[in-house]
Structure formats: C-alpha cells, structure tokens
C-alpha cells in the first residue's frame, strides 16, 4: 500500500510534511509508512480518503481498478460526523421542529474542494 500511497502523492504533487498537515498527524508517521516500517491504520486511511475524495478506496487498498475515481458532485451539502452522515434541515422540517435548538454549534474547520481536485482547508486556531 505504501508504493500507492506514493504514487498518489506524486500525482497530486504533495510533499510528505503537507500530507502531515492535511490528515493532522505528525510528519513521522507518514516518513514510517513511506519507508515501510509502519503499515497504515484505519484511522490513517480514512482520514486519507475523506481528504482526498477523487482517490478510489479500492485501488488504494487493494491496487485494483484505477487510481482515481469520479466523484460525484452532492446537490446538497452533508455534514460528516465521525459515526454518522447527517442530512441538513430541509425549509419544511424548518418550520415544523420545536425552536429548542436555536443555539448554533461553533464551526472549527470548513474544506473547499474544486473541481480540479485540489482543496483548501481553514482550520480554527
């Protein structure tokens, strides 16, 4: 897994110190995957996947099919959580819910992806 790792990291053109910062693990777990002594954990490889969303899980995990995927493009946006996939509230169910859920929950990080594949994350510090 490590050579595909690699392989898409120069696809995207991505030094290993910016991987570190985009996943938000330290600079030495990704040198240890690189060089072999680690094998990547779940954790690290869903983080992988939810960053780059073009990247096709199959390939990277198995090495079958192609490296890179169409993604498709959401008509709506959805809120990842880290145990469910949460819908937002339609202007109906708006309307209908109780109003004891006025208080608005603080935003910490916000990703913007494009279409040419890159992205951008502002994290709150």
Not at 47 to 75: H, Q, V, Y
Not at 97 to 119: C, M, Q, R, W, Y
Request: overall charge positive; glycine content about 4%.
């Amino acid at each position: 897994m490590k050579d595909r790792i690699k392989k898409y990291m120069d696809y995207k053109s991505i030094p290993a110190g910016e991987l570190a910062n985009l996943l938000e693990v330290q600079r030495s777990n990704i040198s240890h995957i690189l060089n072999g002594r680690n094998m990547p954990g779940a954790a690290f490889i869903e983080k992988f996947l939810i960053c780059f969303p073009d990247l096709n899980a199959r390939w990277l995990l198995t090495g079958k099919g192609e490296m890179t995927s169409d993604i498709e493009i959401l008509s709506e946006p959805v809120l990842i959580t880290p145990k469910e996939i949460v819908k937002p509230v339609t202007k109906e169910q708006k309307t209908d819910a109780p109003d004891n859920n006025k208080k608005e929950k603080p935003i910490s990080k916000v990703v913007l992806f494009f279409e040419d594949g890159t992205f951008i994350d502002y994290n709150k510090k």
